[in-house]
Nanobody, 121 residues
Framework: QVQLVESGGGLVQAGGSLRLSCAAS????????MGWYRQAPGNQRELVAG???????NYTDSVKGRFTISRDNAKNTVYLQMNSLKPEDTAVYYC???????????????WGQGTQVTVSS
């Protein structure tokens, strides 16, 4: 069984910073891409940032220059440093990881439970 546990959400004023963490645990053979998604009320879930096992990153346009995704492969952990936060960044943020539990199994998608980020104006 694989679990993703997130931490680091909260309430912050516009212009402030937060750092999200997501640790994967359980039976893990390898982790491919890890990423952060978000979903605001009434909106679809959207990809915020992704990072490959080789640390190649991609970002949605609205967060470029403000958010930084990183990962620690030794700790099976992905981070999202969010700076210059805006009220429109308010959403539930979800961690995602594409994980192979055993060498002979396919890669599956796993999701964290979500963490609320609220940015006040």
């Amino acid at each position: 069984q694989v679990q993703l546990v997130e931490s680091g959400g909260g309430l912050v004023q516009a212009g402030g910073s937060l750092r999200l963490s997501c640790a994967a645990s359980g039976r893990i053979f390898s982790i491919n891409t890890m990423g952060w998604y978000r979903q605001a009320p009434g909106n679809q879930r959207e990809l915020v940032a992704g990072i490959s096992s080789g640390r190649i990153t991609n970002y949605t346009d609205s967060v470029k220059g403000r958010f930084t995704i990183s990962r620690d492969n030794a700790k099976n952990t992905v981070y999202l440093q969010m700076n210059s936060l805006k009220p429109e960044d308010t959403a539930v943020y979800y961690c995602n990881a594409k994980i192979r539990s055993r060498s002979f199994l396919p890669v599956y998608d796993y999701w964290g439970q979500g963490t609320q980020v609220t940015v006040s104006s």
